[in-house]
């Protein structure tokens, strides 16, 4: 039962993991989901969203439920108990809670657990790799309404996602970014000095990996911007993360998966390389 690869991600990791073994565990005892519903009080709709992590798990359902299955190893029983406290423990972002929807939410969860993020931006720089001026000139577009110390916060959140790369086992961000970013801008001019700037530093960066699709390429296959999370632990599908005006889709059919690896692949192959990039970069710091 490989439980243990998960203890040392964040709690949206491990919630995945825990699902996906209590999925597997049921699958292989024969048991329908409306059986194992019933024997937690609750129905197969509540299974469903339990194994595929969408809710947090109680340690009385997950115990009833290994017994169903018929696991009755005490150290067994006890890992599972333990990455149940584990997923239940609340994520740092907690706090930013009432500025964010719950679908957001789960999406810096996942991100903060995934091995490798792989992005593709067509208005903005990645928010990983924003600059503090050039997030809060983001936050406030079309909403000059926010509050002060709203505003700040939000941006003290985009500023905490990016500790990410600070982290021991700091996951790989590979960056396709349109070169219509680079002459966008955002918040005023100086701003997009800085940001063009920071995007420069971040290249020398070992985690990052950052190539611009020139103006002439289009978007080389893919409609709109995605971004891919691939995880460390074998249990977790590789997850497509797609936002819209009124929240975001989270794909993780193999198939889906696969049409966006493609147009991944093929927005590499067509962009600048990295070396390329850090010219293209230079010009437009130059031209600024």
Not at 60 to 83: C, I, P
Not at 90 to 114: I, K, T
Not at 177 to 206: C, K, N, W, Y
Not at 208 to 221: D, M, W
Request: contains cysteine; glycine residues 6%.
């Amino acid at each position: 039962m490989a439980l243990d690869s998960a203890t040392g991600s964040g709690p949206t990791a491990r919630r995945l993991v825990l699902g996906s073994q209590l999925r597997r565990l049921r699958e292989a005892s024969g048991i329908s989901r409306e059986d194992a519903g019933y024997s937690i009080r609750g129905s197969g709709s509540k299974i469903s969203r339990l194994e595929l992590g969408r809710v947090g798990f109680k340690e009385r359902d997950v115990a009833d439920l290994l017994n169903l299955y018929g696991v009755t190893d005490e150290s067994e029983h006890e890992s599972f108990l333990d990455l149940v406290r584990r997923s239940n423990e609340p994520g740092w972002w907690h706090r930013f809670n009432d500025l964010m929807p719950s679908w957001f939410q789960d999406y810096v969860g996942l991100e903060e657990s995934a091995a490798r993020i792989q992005t593709y931006e067509i208005q903005f720089v990645p928010g990983l790799l924003q600059t503090e001026k050039y997030a809060r000139a983001v936050a406030i577009q079309g909403r000059p309404e926010f509050p002060a110390d709203e505003l700040d916060r939000r941006v003290r959140l985009r500023m905490q996602r990016q500790k990410l790369f600070t982290q021991p086992k700091a996951p790989r961000l590979w960056a396709v970014i349109d070169e219509s970013v680079l002459h966008r801008p955002i918040g005023g001019r100086e701003v997009l000095r800085e940001q063009i700037q920071f995007l420069l530093d971040a290249t020398a960066m070992s985690a990052v990996t950052l190539q611009i699709l020139p103006f002439e390429l289009g978007r080389s296959g893919a409609e709109g911007a995605f971004t891919i999370l691939r995880f460390a632990e074998p249990e977790l599908p590789d997850i497509v993360y797609l936002e819209h005006l009124c929240g975001a889709l989270y794909l993780d059919r193999p198939d889906e998966v696969e049409v966006y690896s493609k147009v991944s692949h093929r927005l590499a192959v067509d962009a600048e390389t990295p070396e390329e990039t850090r010219k293209t970069l230079l010009q437009a710091l130059k031209h600024s």
